[in-house]
């Protein structure tokens, strides 16, 4: 692959790291406020982009290229407030929406026809992020000054299960 795609590859494999640091810090945060069901979403969360590191971890090698490994940001440990958490959680899914289609633009523009047909999973997988995040915060917003309605929401998180990708390359 070319310098440029490897390097800003790496530099995605870093994003979904700090990704997964993200959302484990979140959860602590969750645990913390006795909300298990929003701790385990974020813990299931978590486990996805740790899933997406490895998508591109194994491709890099696959094409021949060296993995290398950067210093992980550490993430917030405080939010102002369960919907201030997961307004968090929308707008980091929008901006890695917005790394992942650079990439797309990257390899298009490279003529790397491989690297652009691996990243259309990821393309997908950031519509169903941004869907998935949107709609625990509409949640959220809705029982935020309701507690019975928090607890039934935190119950209903708790259900969210973490399905790995039928193949991890």
């Known amino acids: 692959m070319d310098e440029k795609m ?3 590859l790496n530099s995605q494999l870093n994003a979904e790291m700090y990704s997964a640091y993200l959302y484990l810090s979140m959860g602590a945060y969750f645990e913390d406020l006795d909300l298990g069901g929003f701790a385990n979403w974020m813990r299931v969360q978590a486990q996805e982009e740790m899933t997406h590191a490895m998508k591109i971890h194994d ?6 290229d060296r993995v290398t490994l950067t210093k992980i940001e550490a993430p917030p440990t405080e939010w102002e407030s369960p919907v201030n958490a997961f307004e968090h959680v929308y707008k980091h899914e ?12 990257l ?8 690297t652009n047909n691996f990243l ?3 393309v997908a997988e950031q519509v169903e992020e941004e869907e998935s995040s949107s709609g625990v915060l509409k949640k959220v917003k ?3 000054d309701s507690l019975s309605g928090m607890l ?12 790995p990708p039928a193949t991890t390359k």
Do not use: C, P, Y
Not at 59 to 64: E, S
Not at 95 to 105: D, F, M, S
Not at 107 to 114: E, I, K, M, P
Not at 152 to 163: A, G, K, V, W, Y
């Open 6 to 8: 490897v390097e800003s």
């Open 59 to 64: 491709f890099i090698i696959q094409r021949g």
């Open 94 to 105: 929008q901006k890695v929406t917005g790394l992942i289609n650079q990439l797309v633009n």
């Open 107 to 114: 390899a298009l523009s490279l003529g790397d026809h491989a």
């Open 120 to 122: 259309q999973w990821f």
């Open 142 to 144: 809705m029982a935020n």
């Open 152 to 163: 039934m929401l935190d119950n209903e998180l708790s259900q969210r299960i973490f399905t």
